[in-house]
């Protein structure tokens, strides 16, 4: 493990003194192209009910967001119609053992989801320190468990009752997300992404506060569609209904289509995974240069590691 983060700060290293860093997006700075980071951080938990409004979840959130300034009565509309449309969507609830085949383990925490509960925790900082919506994870190749560690992170902020997440599945090539949580017919993203179909006649709810969008089957012309400014409207649109404070997308390897570069100019945020004794350090760094032009990457996660440090095992739960 410390041979690997020392060749890799090596790398990053190298390249800070190849490079004056003029083409990466400063942080708390959007991508050319987008709108720039919404003012303020994610809304923190709410201490107590709003008085005159009690069990409102819309007032609750609209505190959260100015606890010090008189709540608007646009906000509360806001929240409240937010509210409504996520009520609208079907609900559908994941088979535990579905969920524990595919080595999701952070839907009901524990032992087993520290260490994605302790990725959430630095996301979430990162995120609202940057006012920062959008996080894509991606990887050097195919194999390395991008979408395992996105379901993780989902069902991880998904036990975040004041943080709103949508699941969005961007692998559109070789979609997964539907077959590993067995979830009904669902039209898929990808066609809701080209304005064809309403975003939810494909969207599900898993939670309370968790959306999930995904694909039934593969996409044509994959990269086309997510270069497109049809797709870019397309999530204005549905951040803008549905209002979800975290959206993660869940992307194609980096090295074997250009989707994901494709797509780059439209996240906040990127993290890389890798899979140790699988994915090279000339392959993670390559990403990471790539991926530093466009946004900003949030670190890189060595995941399939068989050999971790004596101090990872978190014993206090034993």
């Given at each position: 493990?410390?041979?690997?983060?020392?060749?890799?700060?090596?790398?990053?290293?190298?390249?800070?003194g190849?490079?004056?860093?003029?083409?990466?997006?400063?942080?708390?700075?959007?991508?050319?192209?987008?709108?720039?980071?919404?003012?303020?951080?994610v809304p923190?938990?709410?201490?107590?009910?709003v008085p005159?409004?009690?069990?409102?979840?819309?007032?609750?959130?609209?505190?959260?967001?100015?606890?010090?300034?008189?709540?608007?009565?646009?906000?509360?509309?806001?929240?409240?119609?937010?509210?409504?449309?996520w009520?609208?969507?079907?609900?559908?609830?994941?088979?535990?053992?579905r969920?524990?085949?595919?080595?999701v383990?952070?839907?009901?925490?524990?032992?087993?989801?520290?260490?994605?509960?302790?990725?959430?925790?630095?996301?979430?900082?990162?995120?609202?320190?940057?006012?920062?919506?959008?996080?894509?994870?991606?990887s050097?190749?195919a194999?390395?468990?991008?979408?395992?560690?996105?379901?993780?992170?989902?069902?991880?902020?998904?036990?975040?009752?004041?943080v709103?997440?949508?699941?969005?599945?961007?692998?559109?090539?070789?979609?997964?997300?539907?077959?590993?949580l067995?979830?009904?017919?669902?039209?898929?993203?990808?066609?809701?992404?080209?304005?064809?179909?309403?975003?939810d006649?494909?969207?599900?709810?898993?939670?309370?506060?968790?959306?999930?969008?995904?694909?039934?089957?593969p996409?044509?012309?994959?990269?086309?569609?997510?270069?497109?400014?049809?797709t870019?409207?397309?999530?204005?649109?549905?951040?803008a209904?549905?209002g979800?404070?975290?959206?993660?997308?869940?992307?194609?390897?980096?090295?074997?289509?250009?989707?994901?570069m494709?797509?780059?100019?439209?996240?906040?945020c990127?993290?890389?995974?890798a899979?140790?004794?699988a994915?090279?350090?000339?392959?993670?760094?390559?990403?990471?240069?790539?991926?530093?032009?466009?946004?900003?990457?949030?670190?890189v996660?060595?995941n399939?590691?068989?050999?971790?440090?004596?101090g990872?095992?978190?014993?206090?739960?034993?």
């Open positions: 493990m410390e041979k690997i983060q020392a060749a890799l700060a090596k790398a990053r290293a190298t390249r800070s190849e490079s004056s860093g003029e083409n990466r997006v400063p942080p708390g700075q959007a991508p050319a192209g987008r709108p720039g980071p919404v003012p303020g951080p923190g938990p709410v201490p107590g009910p005159g409004m009690p069990g409102s979840t819309a007032a609750l959130r609209a505190e959260a967001i100015a606890p010090d300034l008189p709540r608007s009565p646009d906000l509360l509309h806001d929240e409240e119609a937010i509210a409504a449309a009520s609208a969507l079907p609900g559908f609830a994941v088979q535990a053992r969920l524990e085949r595919a080595h383990v952070t839907f009901a925490g524990g032992a087993d989801a520290v260490s994605f509960d302790a990725l959430r925790t630095r996301l979430l900082q990162q995120m609202r320190a940057n006012g920062w919506r959008r996080v894509a994870i991606t050097p190749g194999g390395c468990g991008k979408t395992t560690l996105s379901l993780n992170l989902a069902f991880s902020l998904a036990r975040q009752p004041e709103r997440t949508l699941l969005a599945e961007l692998d559109l090539r070789r979609p997964s997300i539907a077959r590993i067995g979830t009904p017919d669902r039209a898929s993203l990808a066609l809701a992404l080209a304005g064809e179909v309403p975003f006649t494909c969207a599900l709810r898993l939670s309370q506060n968790l959306l999930l969008a995904a694909n039934q089957g996409a044509r012309d994959a990269a086309e569609l997510l270069a497109s400014a049809t870019a409207q397309s999530l204005a649109r549905i951040e209904e549905y979800p404070d975290i959206t993660i997308f869940d992307m194609p390897p980096m090295l074997v289509t250009d989707d994901m494709a797509f780059a100019g439209e996240v906040d990127v993290l890389l995974v899979a140790a004794e994915s090279t350090i000339k392959e993670v760094d390559t990403c990471e240069r790539e991926l530093a032009a466009q946004t900003s990457v949030l670190g996660v060595l399939k590691c068989r050999y971790t440090d004596r990872a095992g978190y014993g206090y739960y034993d």
